[in-house]
């Protein structure tokens, strides 16, 4: 599960949406995983997984995420941070994270930094646990959303 199973997540949780999964093979480089369409929003969605801090994004990946943001494109980076623990890991986690896709470049270059941890507007602690209206309702939002702090 390269993706973490994230795809199957969105989509099989996030029914009102009409998904497309993009195989990038016969596409242009770079374009992310699925593309989702719900009452007239389009958006685009890549999938990671991590054990870590840091998010594996190609540089082809970030290129198409920052043209399409400047193009005013609503795009998203959705992260799984799931690992079993250790002495070098810490305790158990399996984590959702969703970022802006305008944030490609700072991801790839600095993962889930410390001051990035308070940046997505979508962060569950627990995978299990996900409020799935919480992450349509972000998906969803009338333009591509600015970071905001958990709970506001």
């Given at each position: 599960m390269?993706?973490g199973?994230?795809?199957?997540?969105?989509h099989?949780k996030?029914?009102?949406?009409?998904?497309?999964t993009?195989?990038s093979?016969?596409?242009?480089r770079g374009?992310?995983d699925?593309n989702?369409c719900g009452?007239g929003?389009?958006?685009?969605?890549?999938?990671?997984k991590?054990?870590?801090?840091a998010?594996?994004?190609?540089p082809?990946q970030?290129?198409w995420h920052?043209k399409?943001?400047?193009?005013?494109?609503r795009?998203?980076?959705?992260?799984r941070?799931i690992?079993?623990?250790?002495?070098?890991k810490?305790?158990p986690?399996?984590?959702l994270w969703?970022?802006?896709g305008?944030?490609a470049e700072?991801l790839?270059?600095?993962?889930?930094?410390?001051e990035?941890?308070?940046?997505p507007?979508?962060f569950?602690?627990d995978?299990?646990?996900?409020?799935?209206v919480?992450?349509?309702?972000?998906?969803?939002a009338?333009?591509?959303p600015e970071?905001?702090?958990?709970?506001?």
């Amino acid at each position: 599960m390269i993706d973490g199973g994230l795809r199957k997540l969105f989509h099989s949780k996030l029914r009102g949406f009409h998904w497309q999964t993009i195989e990038s093979g016969l596409t242009g480089r770079g374009v992310p995983d699925s593309n989702f369409c719900g009452n007239g929003i389009e958006g685009w969605v890549e999938f990671k997984k991590t054990a870590v801090w840091a998010v594996g994004l190609r540089p082809e990946q970030i290129g198409w995420h920052l043209k399409r943001a400047r193009a005013g494109g609503r795009t998203f980076i959705a992260v799984r941070r799931i690992h079993e623990g250790g002495p070098r890991k810490g305790p158990p986690v399996d984590q959702l994270w969703i970022f802006p896709g305008r944030m490609a470049e700072e991801l790839a270059t600095t993962g889930i930094a410390e001051e990035h941890r308070n940046i997505p507007s979508v962060f569950m602690d627990d995978i299990k646990r996900i409020n799935w209206v919480k992450v349509q309702s972000y998906l969803m939002a009338t333009k591509n959303p600015e970071p905001k702090t958990p709970g506001q």
